[in-house]
């Protein structure tokens, strides 16, 4: 019978690890603090986290976080959203037919090296300054991390479980639904995770070039305005934003794939 030593030394890594990111956090901002009130840095460039931190209180309570986040969150959400389903379509399409491969790997190799940054220019002359060009930037920034982990994770199932679901007569969508899918999906997973933190950035950067609203767009007006102040306090919420997405997908994924923390 296990003792139970073993998750206990599992929760005291992590109260250790979360102990050590508090302290290095805190630390990090009584420096910033203390350099910006003596003036080591120029406080008008680099606020202090207490000028930023009542800033944010302020916008907070005026209710000018709720319509940026709002704009941000709908962008991500729909560009990562379409990312993940085209990505592990055409990931499962090349992974389980020669002629899908053949046909597609020269267009993801070509195109998947390149900064999605630098396609940001061409799309507003294909599809002008809207949320269509975001969104579709945001769709090239997610897509390629789950198309080639899809891919990945398809081609290097074990042929065992293929050759057993054949024994079984599994159908070819019955296969790829209840055995390819399932064994692909922690690889599929570990995609996804990439292109959450792609998608935010480019969601970001297509607001500064192209929005309207959004924390992209608000990030930029703070800065040209010189409020450096509420700059500070939009990239904080950003952060904040990114953290909370990144919490809750590994939620998801210890309910998707338990077996990944044992």
Same mark, same amino acid.
């Given at each position: ?43 008008? *460039? ?18 000018? /976080? /709720?319509?940026? /986040? ?21 990931? *499962? ?12 790997? %020269? ?19 294909? *599809? ?16 390629? %991390? ?62 500064? *070039? ?47 794939? %338990?077996?990944?923390?044992?």
């Amino acid at each position: 019978m296990s003792d139970g030593s073993g998750a206990g030394g599992v929760v005291s890594e992590r109260v250790l690890s979360r102990t050590i990111g508090t302290v290095s956090l805190a630390s990090v901002l009584i420096v910033w603090e203390l350099a910006s009130r003596s003036r080591l840095v120029n406080p008008v *460039l680099l606020p202090p986290p207490s000028v930023i931190a009542g800033s944010l209180a302020d916008m907070i309570a005026r209710g000018d /976080v /709720v319509s940026p /986040v709002l704009h941000t969150v709908t962008l991500f959400a729909i560009g990562y959203g379409l990312a993940c389903v085209i990505g592990i379509a055409l990931g *499962l399409w090349m992974g389980r037919s020669p002629f899908a491969y053949g046909l597609l790997e %020269p267009l993801v190799e070509l195109l998947r090296p390149l900064p999605k940054s630098a396609l940001v220019p061409a799309l507003f002359l294909f *599809l002008g300054i809207g949320m269509t060009t975001m969104i579709t930037v945001v769709v090239f920034a997610s897509l390629f %991390p789950v198309l080639i982990n899809t891919f990945q994770g398809v081609r290097g199932i074990d042929p065992v479980l293929l050759d057993t679901a054949r024994t079984f007569q599994c159908g070819r969508w019955r296969l790829v639904w209840s055995v390819v899918l399932p064994a692909a999906l922690p690889s599929i997973l570990t995609g996804m995770k990439v292109a959450l933190s792609l998608g935010i950035v480019l969601a970001i950067l297509a607001e500064m *070039l192209a929005g309207v609203n959004g924390l992209g767009f608000v990030i930029l007006d703070a800065q040209r305005s010189f409020q450096t102040a509420e700059m500070y306090g939009w990239i904080a919420i950003v952060a904040a934003l990114g953290a909370g997405l990144s919490l809750a997908f590994e939620a998801l994924e210890r309910v998707a794939v %338990p077996w990944r923390g044992r």
